[in-house]
């Protein structure tokens, strides 16, 4: 259940996140791996800002779609220099 899950919320924040920052998803295993890197980040984040949305399934993505948001967001800044 736990890997299940986590390829779940992944794929959902990672596809938000590409609708968001691109108007458009980045493709299944891009979505899954930009999601489960956003939920890692997106922790790191509201752990640091001593905040946290709630548990459970809607949390996670709610987390996950913070950070991933975060990540595309510093790639584009990358790109462009």
Known sequence: ?????????????????????KGGGYGVIIDIVLGILGGITGGWIFDTLGIWPGGGF??????AFVGAVVLVGITRLIKKA
């Open 58 to 63: 809607i949390g996670a993505i709610i987390v």
């Open 1 to 21: 259940m736990g890997l299940f899950y986590f390829l779940v919320v992944g794929l959902i924040a990672g596809w938000l996140a590409g609708q968001v920052m």
